[in-house]
């Protein structure tokens, strides 16, 4: 353990209380966060949020959301050039940081930092345009109707903790810049990172802009129904969305949603087969496969399926597993208790099946492994599409392989389930890939990749069809997510005769 000991035993726990009206309170009570890699060690500890927290934190935003609303956008962007130079200034520090609460390796997470700068930073491409109002002549002269985008007041913005920091700047800059007072919750499960990065927004936004409610589901709950929050934005799991769609019903209160996928790479016969697995390996088990938008399943034609699971275990097998802070690690464990149980229990019972599951990579370490959230990379090289490891998303280092006959059973296959994220279709041919890509049903299809695509950058939209999702994240277009149009039509009074 040379390899992470200096980098972690000697960092003293950091404690942060809830983020309100531009102060931290400290709580009575508060939720222990602890290094998924090593049980033993208390990264630190965030406040466990209350109704009247949640109260106390929607009335700050209320009191700073008229003032807010009426900045330029101008004004606005120069703030955010400063957050986002503050996030990279902090950034070093955050990325160990989060590494230890949120058990993604460090490197990965010192690029999570530079997109949550960089989101930010982007919205001054299109801000300025955005907010600027159009305005139609309507009738006599003198007479027009201007159409202004104006913000919702306050926002809720409920957050994941498997790539927190991105995933939290994806929605406060948009619906600041939009230029909505935010309330955020973050997970419990990977909260310091979150709300250092709300503490350095709020350091330089006007006081109650940003604030902070930490807790579990019941806080989240009490935010989501309050009846001063005129929008939600959630990125989570389907069950949590259930539950908050229906309050929303309550308030009638209009939600945005990033949900689950379960993402199809769909292998044409005329794929490069060792570009593929590589590419494919590095998208299913980042973050030990705890990314909404990796690999989950995989289609292959069924002449080449052996050769390419062959290729696949034999690229997986370069995989490292170990704690991560340690640098030799290329994966390390999963975040929380739950999820070890969930993905461990998949993978039990995908073995009972009889199913050919196979162990890949390298454990770094073993012996410390009791103390930490560990499972190592597994592919299922003989899965059936009807397999339970097909057909829910594991959200973890099992990635299961399925044969097909025909084309159109490979696409049918694919879209055979409720969810409808991101996808893949991996061909030497852009004419028959595009062909498939427009057959998929999902709202963002990569040719020849997975997870590294511009998608979901500056000028992409992100987001998922059927239950993956509910409108469209980062872009132009995410923005409109925060924004309501409001037409003022403005007539003149009958010429009266003087006389
Ligand atoms: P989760 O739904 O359990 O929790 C998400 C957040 O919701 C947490 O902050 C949690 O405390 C809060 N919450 C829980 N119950 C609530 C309630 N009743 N009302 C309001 N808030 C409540 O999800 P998770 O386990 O943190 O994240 C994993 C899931 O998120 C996976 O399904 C994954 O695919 C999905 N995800 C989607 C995207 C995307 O962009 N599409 C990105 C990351 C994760």
């Known amino acids: 353990?040379?390899?992470?000991?200096?980098?972690?035993?000697?960092?003293?726990?950091?404690?942060?209380?809830?983020?309100?009206?531009?102060?931290?309170?400290?709580?009575?009570?508060?939720?222990?966060?602890?290094?998924?890699?090593?049980?033993?060690?208390?990264?630190?500890?965030?406040?466990?949020?209350?109704?009247?927290?949640?109260d106390a934190a929607v009335d700050a935003a209320v009191a700073a959301a008229h003032a807010w609303a009426a900045?330029?956008?101008?004004?606005?962007?120069?703030?955010?050039?400063?957050?986002?130079?503050?996030?990279?200034?902090?950034?070093?520090?955050?990325?160990?940081?989060?590494?230890?609460?949120?058990?993604?390796?460090?490197?990965?997470?010192?690029?999570?930092?530079?997109?949550?700068?960089?989101?930010?930073?982007?919205?001054a491409a299109y801000l300025v345009e955005k907010l600027s109002p159009v305005e139609h002549p309507s009738g006599p002269a003198g007479e027009f109707v201007r159409v202004h985008r104006r913000p919702f007041g306050v926002v809720a913005c409920v957050v994941p903790w498997n790539a927190p920091?991105?995933?939290?700047?994806?929605?406060?800059?948009?619906?600041?810049?939009?230029?909505?007072?935010?309330?955020?919750?973050?997970?419990?499960?990977?909260?310091l990172g979150v709300t250092l990065i709300a503490r350095i927004a709020a350091s330089i936004l006007p006081p109650g802009v940003v604030n902070v409610v930490n807790g579990g589901g019941e806080v989240g709950a009490a935010l989501i129904g309050h009846r001063e929050v005129r929008k939600i934005s959630f990125t989570g799991g389907g069950e949590t969305a259930r539950h908050i769609m229906r309050q929303a019903a309550d308030t009638l209160t209009g939600v945005h949603f990033e949900l689950g996928g379960n993402d199809p790479a769909i292998v044409l016969d005329d794929a490069d087969l060792e570009a593929t697995a590589?590419?494919?390996?590095?998208?299913?088990?980042?973050?030990?496969?705890?990314?909404?938008?990796?690999?989950?399943?995989?289609?292959?034609?069924?002449?080449?399926?052996?050769?390419?699971?062959?290729?696949?275990?034999?690229?997986?097998?370069?995989?490292?597993?170990?704690?991560?802070?340690?640098e030799r690690a290329t994966m390390g464990p999963l975040n929380n208790a739950g999820q070890l149980e969930k993905v461990q229990g998949l993978r039990e019972r995908t073995t009972a099946l009889g199913r050919d599951v196979r162990e890949v990579g390298t454990a770094l370490d073993p012996d410390a492994w009791n103390d930490g959230y560990y499972l190592m990379p597994a592919l299922v090289l003989d899965a059936q599409h009807d397999d339970e490891i097909v057909r829910e998303e594991q959200f973890g280092p099992i990635l299961p392989i399925v044969a097909y006959d025909t084309e159109d059973a490979a696409i049918a296959m694919a879209n055979d389930t409720e969810y409808g994220l991101c996808s893949s279709v991996w061909s030497r041919s852009v004419d028959r890939a595009l062909d498939v890509a427009s057959r998929i049903e999902a709202g963002m299809t990569i040719v020849n990749n997975h997870l590294f695509t511009p998608v979901g950058s500056r000028e992409i939209p992100f987001g998922g069809w059927k239950q993956s999702g509910i409108g469209w994240e980062a872009s132009p277009y995410g923005i409109d997510e925060y924004l309501q149009f409001q037409s003022v039509d403005v007539q003149s009074f009958p010429e009266r005769d003087a006389s």
């Open 1 to 54: 353990m040379e390899h992470v000991e200096s980098m972690s035993s000697t960092i003293t726990p950091v404690r942060l209380g809830q983020l309100i009206g531009g102060r931290e309170l400290p709580a009575d009570r508060e939720i222990e966060v602890r290094n998924p890699s090593r049980r033993g060690e208390l990264v630190g500890a965030v406040a466990d949020g209350t109704a009247a927290d949640v």
């Open 71 to 123: 900045t330029s956008p101008q004004h606005r962007i120069e703030l955010f050039a400063r957050i986002a130079d503050e996030i990279d200034a902090q950034a070093d520090d955050l990325a160990t940081l989060v590494a230890r609460e949120n058990g993604s390796v460090r490197p990965i997470v010192r690029r999570e930092l530079i997109g949550t700068g960089a989101a930010f930073r982007d919205v």
């Open 165 to 191: 920091l991105i995933l939290t700047a994806n929605k406060l800059a948009p619906a600041l810049a939009a230029g909505n007072a935010v309330v955020l919750k973050p997970s419990p499960f990977a909260p």
């Open 278 to 326: 590589d590419r494919i390996v590095e998208s299913a088990f980042r973050r030990a496969g705890q990314v909404c938008f990796a690999v989950k399943r995989i289609y292959v034609p069924r002449s080449q399926a052996d050769e390419f699971a062959r290729l696949l275990v034999k690229r997986a097998e370069r995989i490292t597993v170990g704690d991560a802070l340690d």
